[in-house]
């Protein structure tokens, strides 16, 4: 990560409420660094889009301060703010080219007709649309149409861009593609990005950073791999990636550092608890269906069970086994094919993970 840690952006214990009884956004104090790609990521109705709407100015807090660049920003109308803004539905002008629609906002800035033509072919050229100048939105691709509205966001050159779930409306082979192209296009430029989505995919792969969002609050801000590797939640632990959910207790705290709990069959799983819980009190156990170790390999694990198998999914790039486990009936554990292969329903497996790959939540 190459950004200052400086931040451009501050949210200072802002809130945003719609009534008295519905409070969108709670208490929101979050740093957004200059240069960086944070994804603000969560569920539908989470506060992550009302967040992104307070920044860009078409909403305001009903308390606290937005900082940008040093000053409030509180009070200040959307086309004062200098922010560039891509949205799902590219909101491009339909009766104009691709120039014009980039045309328009150093018009409404008052640029110079040269400098226009200039800005618009670096922007164009940033996005490999040089060619596509005189077409129409209606000529283009979707893929096309949302490079043209990225273009249009970084033609006046603002230091902030903001991104409402600018993929949505694409097929899953260009959102893919379009992931990287955006993150490869943000490497080069080094602009402050806040982009919002609901697709863990897009979060992992394009941000410096992500920010959990679930009921109005941030459940955790973090790089990418500590929020896969590394929940602090449980909610964050299902929301990211898959996840195996086992309710368990709290027993004890061991001398090594690891924890014991207990599941509803009794059975002792040795983990990392997050906090520190006290015996006796409720958790909740997560563990990846990757990092569970079937079959032999698993002699010798500080947490090692036997179970049914109960199905085996195939899923092209790997293989999924259901076990019955923990007082639960669904215990998910991934495998390669080659791993798989000799496992069939009905079958009782030895299965295990190491304490560190488990960890308890709330």
Same mark, same amino acid.
Request: net charge neutral; with cysteine; aromatic share 6%.
């Given at each position: ?13 802002? !809130? ?83 120039? =014009? ?10 640029? =110079? ?9 670096? *922007? ?19 893929? +096309?149409? +949302?490079?043209? *509205? ?10 902030? /861009? ?35 989505? !609901? ?18 609050? /941030? ?12 929940? +602090? ?42 906090? +520190? ?16 170790? =079937? ?45 798989? *292969? ?21």
């Amino acid at each position: 990560m190459t950004y200052k840690t400086n931040p451009y952006v501050r949210f200072v214990n802002v !809130h945003k409420a719609y009534d008295a009884d519905t409070m969108v956004v709670k208490n929101l104090n979050l740093d957004v660094a200059d240069g960086e790609f944070l994804t603000l990521l969560g569920p539908s109705g989470s506060g992550k889009t009302t967040t992104l709407m307070m920044l860009a100015g078409f909403e305001e807090p009903t308390s606290g301060t937005i900082i940008m660049d040093g000053r409030s920003i509180n009070g200040i109308p959307p086309h004062k703010r200098g922010v560039g803004m891509v949205f799902q539905n590219y909101a491009l002008f339909p009766h104009m080219t691709v120039g =014009a629609n980039l045309a328009f906002p150093l018009h409404a800035r008052g640029i =110079a007709k040269a400098e226009q033509k200039e800005r618009i072919l670096r *922007a164009l050229d940033m996005v490999k649309l040089s060619a596509f100048s005189e077409r129409r939105p209606a000529q283009l691709s979707g893929g +096309q149409q +949302q490079r043209v *509205a990225l273009a249009r966001a970084l033609v006046f050159e603002p230091r902030l /861009i903001l991104m409402d779930e600018p993929l949505g409306a694409l097929d899953k082979q260009l959102r893919d593609h379009m992931q990287l192209e955006i993150k490869h296009l943000h490497e080069r430029i080094g602009v402050t990005v806040v982009y919002v989505t !609901h697709d863990q995919t897009e979060a992992l792969v394009m941000s410096d950073r992500v920010a959990v969002f679930n009921e109005g609050k /941030i459940q955790q801000v973090a790089p990418p791999a500590e929020i896969y590797q590394n929940p +602090q939640t449980d909610f964050v632990a299902q929301f990211i990636g898959e996840n195996n959910r086992l309710p368990g207790v709290m027993v004890e705290r061991r001398s090594d550092g690891n924890s014991a709990i207990r599941l509803r069959d009794d059975s002792i799983i040795f983990c990392t608890a997050i906090g +520190q819980p006290n015996p006796g009190e409720a958790r909740i156990l997560s563990v990846r269906p990757e990092a569970i170790i =079937a079959g032999a390999d698993s002699a010798g694990l500080a947490n090692r069970f036997e179970g049914a198998v109960k199905e085996v999914v195939y899923l092209g790039d790997h293989v999924r086994l259901i076990v019955a486990f923990g007082g639960i009936d669904n215990l998910s554990i991934k495998l390669t094919h080659r791993r798989a *292969a000799n496992i069939n329903i009905g079958e009782t497996i030895p299965f295990g993970w190491k304490p560190d790959e488990c960890r308890a939540l709330v």
